[in-house]
């Protein structure tokens, strides 16, 4: 149990991390006009193919294990 409690944080960190890189490296439809309230709802749909989906994806598994290594950290502290 000490094991996994003193290498929970590193694993946080770098789930943080690659969490961090996946949501920035993703596409974004939405133009700086779609921040002002310009009508932007065409360009926000699209369906996704190849790597972009593997990429959606892959940030929703990483968000969901740094979720619940967060969750494990705080039962066993």
Same mark, same amino acid.
């Given at each position: 149990?000490?094991v =996994?409690?003193?290498?929970?944080p590193?694993?946080?960190? *770098? =789930?943080?991390?690659? =969490?961090?890189?996946? *949501?920035?490296?993703?596409?974004t439809?939405?133009?700086?006009?779609?921040?002002?309230?310009?009508?932007?709802?065409s360009?926000g749909?699209?369906?996704?193919?190849?790597?972009?989906?593997t990429?959606?994806q892959?940030?929703?598994?990483l968000?969901?294990?740094?979720?619940?290594?967060?969750?494990?950290?705080l039962?066993?502290?």
């Amino acid at each position: 149990m000490e094991v =996994l409690q003193s290498a929970l944080p590193y694993v946080q960190i *770098v =789930l943080a991390v690659l =969490l961090i890189i996946a *949501v920035l490296m993703q596409r974004t439809g939405a133009s700086l006009g779609g921040a002002f309230g310009a009508d932007n709802f065409s360009s926000g749909f699209h369906t996704r193919r190849g790597l972009e989906k593997t990429l959606f994806q892959g940030t929703i598994i990483l968000g969901i294990l740094f979720a619940l290594t967060a969750f494990i950290n705080l039962i066993i502290s």
